[in-house]
């Protein structure tokens, strides 16, 4: 992991800068194609080139079972995380059949399922059946945590090999957004009366049980006090295995200069966790669909970029990461193909009455 955190670049500023110049004489009015344009140029600096193409795309799924959902957390049964884990390897679930739609690739990897799964597509790196119960004990070991970072960045280094030009992050984990809202809250520093601001109703939970899940919350980082400035430290007793695989995704995209696309709660306080191990990590990412999850804001603030698309969405899966590669495709496909003015026969003699 820490050698992979020493060795990231920043995105290359000055090709982003040509690459906005270059699009300001396409023929259009200037900035009339907005988030199309900031798109192609962050994609122009990421690959230190004008020839971007993300033709070869996937979104990475994290599967892992979490030990807070013993606590009555959850809507839905712990089976859950493996049935579905099962059907998104079938194509049967909302991240496949909209990966299928924008030729999407799904790779998915069994971190910490609380069975054992027998499929050919499934990578398995399985750390153990499901963290501990972190109202009880710390969710996981250091040394889990940190394997757990650095099984993403592995996932992205063969990627690489595999040849994908770009990463979308995905989850399946039945109570992942109670890990989730425990990780943000400590990473935020928020205090008791705070907390309740980064806890939502996951898949649809009763007042009741969403009053339970913000007290467990609460409860937990009371007795476990994780470190706000140490990220494992925080994964490892309020964490789970899918966030930390996550963070090492993002790790390993921004090592790999390869342009990572953000989807829903659980990535992006997996985002914000990788932000704070190394800042130029956010050269990196794409910020897709804004999540229903309360806590999603806070998390986009503090990270600084705005998310591209808001269409209620809260399924998590990665399920925001094939829209958000073919909003990609549309500012590609403008940088690439567009006439400029000289193409287009426009005297831009009325461009200086613009400046």
């Given at each position: 992991?820490?050698?992979?955190?020493?060795?990231?670049?920043?995105?290359?500023?000055?090709?982003?800068?040509?690459?906005?110049?270059?699009?300001?004489f396409?023929?259009?009015?200037?900035?009339?194609?907005?988030e199309?344009e900031?798109?192609?140029?962050?994609?122009?600096?990421?690959?230190?080139?004008?020839?971007?193409?993300?033709?070869?795309?996937?979104?990475?799924?994290?599967?892992?079972?979490?030990?807070?959902?013993?606590?009555?957390?959850?809507?839905?049964?712990?089976?859950?995380?493996?049935?579905?884990?099962?059907?998104i390897?079938?194509?049967?679930?909302?991240?496949?059949?909209?990966?299928?739609?924008?030729?999407?690739?799904v790779?998915?990897?069994?971190?910490?399922?609380?069975?054992?799964?027998?499929?050919?597509?499934?990578?398995?790196?399985?750390?153990?059946?499901?963290?501990?119960?972190?109202?009880?004990?710390?969710?996981?070991?250091?040394?889990?945590?940190?394997?757990?970072?650095?099984?993403?960045?592995?996932?992205?280094?063969k990627?690489?090999?595999d040849g994908?030009?770009?990463?979308?992050?995905?989850?399946?984990?039945?109570?992942?957004?109670?890990?989730?809202?425990?990780?943000l809250?400590?990473?935020?520093?928020?205090?008791?009366?705070?907390?309740e601001?980064?806890?939502?109703?996951?898949?649809?939970?009763?007042?009741?049980?969403?009053?339970?899940?913000?007290?467990?919350?609460?409860?937990?980082?009371?007795?476990?006090?994780?470190?706000?400035?140490?990220?494992?430290?925080?994964?490892?007793?309020?964490?789970g295995?899918?966030?930390?695989?996550?963070?090492?995704v993002?790790?390993?995209?921004?090592y790999?200069?390869?342009?990572?696309v953000?989807?829903?709660?659980?990535?992006?306080v997996?985002?914000?966790?990788?932000?704070?191990?190394?800042?130029?990590?956010?050269?990196?990412?794409?910020?897709?669909?804004k999540?229903?999850?309360?806590?999603?804001?806070?998390?986009?603030?503090?990270?600084?970029?705005?998310?591209?698309?808001?269409?209620?969405?809260?399924?998590?899966?990665?399920?925001?990461?094939?829209?958000?590669?073919?909003?990609?495709?549309?500012?590609?496909?403008?940088?690439k193909?567009?006439?400029t003015?000289?193409?287009?026969?426009?005297?831009?003699s009325?461009?200086?009455?613009?400046?």
């Amino acid at each position: 992991m820490e050698y992979y955190l020493q060795n990231i670049e920043s995105n290359n500023k000055k090709m982003y800068i040509k690459a906005k110049e270059y699009i300001d004489f396409l023929a259009k009015p200037l900035g009339s194609l907005g988030e199309l344009e900031e798109i192609a140029s962050k994609l122009c600096s990421i690959y230190s080139s004008f020839d971007i193409d993300i033709n070869k795309r996937a979104v990475i799924v994290l599967a892992s079972d979490n030990g807070i959902f013993d606590e009555g957390i959850a809507s839905t049964p712990q089976e859950i995380t493996a049935i579905q884990t099962i059907n998104i390897l079938e194509g049967k679930t909302g991240v496949a059949v909209i990966a299928k739609q924008f030729n999407t690739d799904v790779i998915v990897c069994d971190v910490g399922i609380k069975c054992d799964i027998n499929h050919p597509k499934l990578i398995n790196r399985k750390i153990r059946k499901s963290t501990n119960n972190f109202s009880k004990n710390e969710a996981m070991s250091k040394e889990e945590a940190i394997k757990s970072i650095n099984i993403g960045i592995e996932l992205v280094n063969k990627a690489k090999k595999d040849g994908y030009k770009v990463i979308g992050t995905g989850e399946m984990g039945i109570g992942n957004t109670t890990t989730s809202s425990a990780v943000l809250a400590s990473i935020l520093g928020l205090k008791q009366n705070e907390i309740e601001k980064v806890v939502g109703v996951g898949a649809g939970l009763t007042k009741e049980a969403y009053n339970k899940k913000v007290e467990i919350i609460k409860n937990a980082i009371e007795k476990h006090k994780p470190n706000k400035n140490d990220v494992v430290d925080i994964i490892q007793k309020v964490g789970g295995f899918d966030i930390g695989a996550m963070i090492g995704v993002y790790i390993g995209c921004a090592y790999n200069k390869i342009p990572v696309v953000v989807d829903g709660f659980i990535a992006i306080v997996s985002a914000l966790c990788a932000i704070k191990l190394n800042s130029k990590i956010k050269d990196y990412m794409f910020l897709s669909h804004k999540s229903m999850e309360k806590g999603y804001i806070l998390a986009e603030k503090e990270i600084g970029l705005s998310s591209y698309l808001d269409l209620k969405m809260r399924l998590g899966e990665g399920s925001g990461c094939p829209i958000m590669f073919s909003i990609m495709d549309a500012g590609i496909a403008m940088f690439k193909n567009m006439a400029t003015f000289d193409e287009a026969k426009i005297d831009t003699s009325y461009l200086k009455n613009l400046k």
